[in-house]
């Protein structure tokens, strides 16, 4: 990381982010309304460019773990999985706990490292294979404002990361109905290195790193 991490970005995304997971372990909150009116925050944009064009998709991002951590929270995430596999939604309370604990723990996590995983080999997966790079789009709702988050990019198909992000998807998609939909896939990791407020007050200002921290 260079410098401070600038508040809009903590509070207003990876915080905000967090307030949402609490809101699951409410016995009053439906998963599909919190899902529905915060899409924004949970699956921006990202665009990339190269061999297949100017492309842009939705991605549901997650928050990685600190690289010295990642083992401890693949055991857990494999402890979660064995002893809640096929448990329905009893497992989401665990999975909440898990995020709060883990991936919305400023002291765990790496809130400048995003990760998801790529469901095909295509425009984004070619493009960023040829470029290690994207951009990242968030509308922070319902219209508060939005930041432009560049980022080096990778694809990782073997290892602690890519065993920690489809361990995510399975904790929230496979583990509550007992069985994998689908095979694991690459996973797609984002490492912010710029922050512009693309607010309409701001216009694109550069939030991170700050002047005085830039190499």
């Known amino acids: 990381m260079t ?106 996590a790496n809130p400048l490292r995003l990760v998801s995983h790529l469901m095909t080999r295509g425009h984004t997966y070619t493009n960023v294979s040829a470029t290690g790079e994207a951009a990242v789009g968030i509308l922070i709702p319902p219209d508060r404002g939005a930041l432009e988050l560049r980022c080096k990019a990778r694809i990782v198909e073997e290892g602690p990361l890519y065993r920690y992000t489809n361990l995510l998807h399975d904790l929230m998609h496979t583990v509550p109905r007992g069985r994998a939909s689908h095979p694991w896939y690459p996973a797609l990791v984002l490492d912010v290195y710029e922050i512009y407020d693309n607010s309409y007050e701001s216009l694109g200002r550069k939030i991170y790193p700050a002047p005085n921290t830039q190499a």
């Open 3 to 108: 410098g401070e991490i600038p508040r809009l970005y903590m509070e207003e995304f990876y915080l905000a982010r967090r307030r949402l997971v609490e809101r699951m372990l409410s016995p009053s909150e439906s998963l599909e309304e919190i899902f529905k009116l915060s899409g924004p925050l949970l699956a921006p944009m990202v665009a990339t460019h190269g061999p297949a064009g100017l492309n842009i998709a939705p991605f549901m991002l997650s928050f990685s773990v600190r690289d010295e951590l990642l083992g401890e929270a693949i055991a857990e995430l494999e402890r979660i999985r064995r002893e809640y596999w096929g448990k329905g939604h009893t497992v989401h309370a665990a999975a909440a706990r898990f995020l709060l604990d883990w991936v919305y723990n400023p002291e765990r």
